[in-house]
C-alpha cells in the first residue's frame, strides 16, 4: 500500500520569506500522480499544485514550486514571498495511476500547518 | 452549482443515533468520493462513485456505513448507530472527467460530532 509522510507537524515563516515543506512517499509503481493541498480554516481542500511522475521538470504555479526527487521518493513544495493569505494546513498526496474503473483515490500524509509571521 | 456543496455543515448526534450526510457535486461530474478527516489526520478515502455505480467502497470502516447516488448526482452518506469514534469531518470531492488530469473539487466538509 502506498503511505505518505509529512514529518513536520507545523512550520513557521516570517512574510515575504520563503518556506519549504517536506514530504516522502513509499510506492512501488514507476507511474504516479503527487499533489499539495490547502486546506485553510473553511476546510475547503484547495489544489495547490500537481506533478505527473513521468515528467523530469518540476511542476511551478507562480510563487509555488515543487522539488520532486522521484529516486528518493521526496515531494517537497517551495513557497516564496510568503503571504498571510498562505496560512493554512497543507496536505501531500499521492494518486496511482488510473484503474480500468477510473478510480482517482488520493493518499493524503498526516499535514502541516503553515503559520505566516506578520 | 458553483462548487460541491455540502451540508449539513455541523451535525452533532447523541451515541447510537443516525446521520445522514449530503453532497451536492459540481453538475456533470462523473466521479464523486466520500473522505474521513479526524481531528488533526488528512483525509481517509471511504467510497467512490462513477455516475450512479458504487466502483469502491474499500474505505468505509464498517458495515454501519452506506453510502449512495441513486441518479448519479446527489450523493449521501448514511451512518447508522453512530459511535463516538465516528466524530469527523466527512468530505466530499467531484471530478468532471476520468483519467489522468482530471482535477477534484471538495467541498466544505459536513464536521459530525458524536456525543
Known amino acids: 500500500a502506498q503511505t505518505v509522510t509529512q514529518s513536520q507537524p507545523e512550520m513557521s515563516v516570517q512574510e515575504a520569506e520563503t518556506v519549504t515543506l517536506s514530504c516522502t512517499y513509499d510506492?512501488?509503481?514507476?507511474?504516479?500522480?503527487l499533489f499539495w493541498y490547502k486546506q485553510p480554516p473553511s476546510r475547503q481542500m484547495i489544489l495547490v499544485i500537481r506533478?505527473?511522475?513521468?515528467?523530469?521538470q518540476n511542476a511551478t504555479e507562480n510563487r509555488f514550486s515543487v522539488n520532486f526527487q522521484k529516486a528518493a521518493k521526496s515531494f517537497s513544495l517551495k513557497i516564496s514571498d510568503s503571504q498571510l493569505g498562505d496560512a493554512a494546513m497543507y496536505f501531500c498526496a499521492y494518486r496511482r495511476p488510473i484503474s480500468n474503473f477510473g478510480n482517482e483515490k488520493l493518499t493524503f500524509g498526516t499535514g502541516t500547518r503553515l503559520t505566516i509571521i506578520p | 452549482g458553483a462548487g460541491v456543496s455540502q451540508s449539513p455543515r455541523y451535525k452533532v448526534a447523541k451515541r447510537g443515533q443516525d446521520v445522514a450526510l449530503r453532497c451536492d457535486p459540481i453538475?456533470?461530474?462523473?466521479?464523486l468520493f466520500w473522505y474521513q478527516q479526524a481531528l488533526g489526520q488528512g483525509p481517509e478515502f471511504l467510497t467512490y462513485f462513477q455516475n450512479e455505480a458504487q466502483l469502491d467502497k474499500s474505505g468505509l470502516p464498517s458495515d454501519r456505513f452506506f453510502a449512495e447516488r441513486p441518479e448519479g448526482s446527489v450523493s449521501t452518506l448514511k451512518i447508522q448507530r453512530t459511535q463516538q469514534e465516528d466524530s469527523a469531518v466527512y468530505l466530499c470531492a467531484s471530478s468532471l472527467v476520468l483519467g489522468a488530469t482530471g482535477e477534484l473539487f471538495f467541498g466544505e466538509g459536513s464536521r459530525l460530532t458524536v456525543l
Open positions: 506533478q505527473e511522475a513521468y515528467k523530469q
Open positions: 453538475s456533470g461530474h462523473v466521479s
Open positions: 510506492t512501488s509503481e514507476s507511474d504516479y500522480y
